[in-house]
């Protein structure tokens, strides 16, 4: 499986803003979707933040819609997240994620994560 390395992360202020970037480990196919996920300590599953597909259609959660800006390189196949105003329920651990090629009914063939990369809103 191929890793996908967040990097970005840490901790800021309630109002502030960071940059989440995401790069595959190795040379891979552009991905038909790329996006981003989030798990804070109290979830038991990743919750979706936002999503690109390859063609530039983009899909936030209501939580993201305003603040947040997803984009995409095609070319170099990374993907990054803007957050802005963000406020202490944002803090998680944010993964970044790649899919592609066929349907298997709960996931796509092709589905890459990455090891995720910590954002902590507080004061």
């Known amino acids: 499986q191929v890793q996908l390395v967040e990097s970005g992360g840490g901790l800021v202020h309630p109002g502030g803003s960071l940059s989440l970037s995401c790069v595959p480990a190795e040379n891979i196919k552009t991905p038909l979707v790329m996006g981003w996920y989030r798990r804070t300590s109290s979830d038991k599953q990743r919750a979706f933040v936002a999503?690109?597909?390859?063609?530039?259609?983009?899909t936030y959660a209501e939580f993201a819609k305003g603040r947040f800006t997803i984009s995409r390189d095609n070319t170099k196949n990374t993907v990054t997240l803007q957050m802005n105003n963000l406020t202490p329920e944002d803090t998680a651990v944010y993964y970044c994620n790649a899919e592609d090629g066929r349907f298997l009914g709960t996931k796509y063939e092709t589905d890459y994560w990455g090891q995720g990369t910590q954002v902590t809103v507080a004061s």
């Open positions: 999503s690109m597909t390859r063609g530039g259609s983009t």
